[in-house]
């Protein structure tokens, strides 16, 4: 059984340990800078802490999402955004992404952009099938130097 649950401020440095391991996994594709104490770099936290989600497995944490009211990509459109959304390895490929997924946009009725950088093949796929339900309008877009897919869809 796949539930979403709201994360408490409290809960942010779980958030925190569970982005180290997703910028991990993305660096087959993508780099991400290491800081001296062995950590990857990432500064977004605060600024993606909106509706922050813990996706359960089973009550078993199998990843995170951060939703925000605003796109980054396409200059503040008012619509919700999926700044970041992770599944654990072992939860892959069972539908799991899916279920969070549609349980996510669920609780955020509106229009919704959901912006996947090129270079990241792993995630195109699965955006790409996740996503298909929706019938997402799809674009290309350049933003801060790489190249996106941009799915624009209402729920």
Known sequence: MITIVPVTTDQKPLIANLIQ?????????????VGADGRFEYDFLDRFWRFPYLILS??????????IDECPLTAGAQCFFMAEFFVLKAYRRQGIGQSALNAITARHN???HIGVPL????????WGRALAPYRPEVRQIAFDGD???LHAFGV
């Open 21 to 33: 391991l997703y910028l991990y996994d993305m660096t087959e594709s993508m780099p991400f800078p």
């Open 147 to 149: 190249d996106w897919r």
């Open 58 to 67: 089973d009550e078993e944490i199998a990843g995170f999402a951060l939703v």
């Open 119 to 126: 270079a990241n093949q792993p995630a195109q796929a699965f």
């Open 110 to 112: 509106g229009d919704w």
